[in-house]
């Protein structure tokens, strides 16, 4: 998803740019600041992404989520959290 600009109610200009992977990580960081006991696994969960999963038949590591399309991320981490759910 490309950068996407809207018009708000109040008619101010909303730029919103396309997510990554770090993005992700610093909102679970967040929650973890703020006692969501849900994010405290996210590092294990990334880890975990990182040693099961390959991309385009490649191996990834920890970093390369970090570098990855949200929606990238969020679907691997949902495939990840449905086999633990």
């Known amino acids: 998803m490309p950068d996407k600009t809207l018009t ?3 008619g101010k200009t909303a730029v919103i740019r396309e ?3 770090a993005d992700l990580m610093r909102a679970h960081e967040h929650l973890e600041l703020m006692g969501e006991k849900k994010a ?3 590092k294990t ?3 975990l992404i990182a040693d099961l999963a390959t991309i385009d038949g490649q ?3 920890y970093e390369d989520l970090a570098a990855m399309k949200l ?3 969020a679907v691997l981490e949902r495939e990840m959290y449905g ?3």
């Open 59 to 61: 191996a990834i590591v």
């Open 40 to 42: 405290a696994g996210v």
């Open 8 to 10: 708000l109610p109040s």
């Open 71 to 73: 929606a990238d991320v």
């Open 83 to 85: 086999d633990f759910l």
């Open 19 to 21: 997510g990554t992977g």
């Open 45 to 47: 969960l990334w880890l």
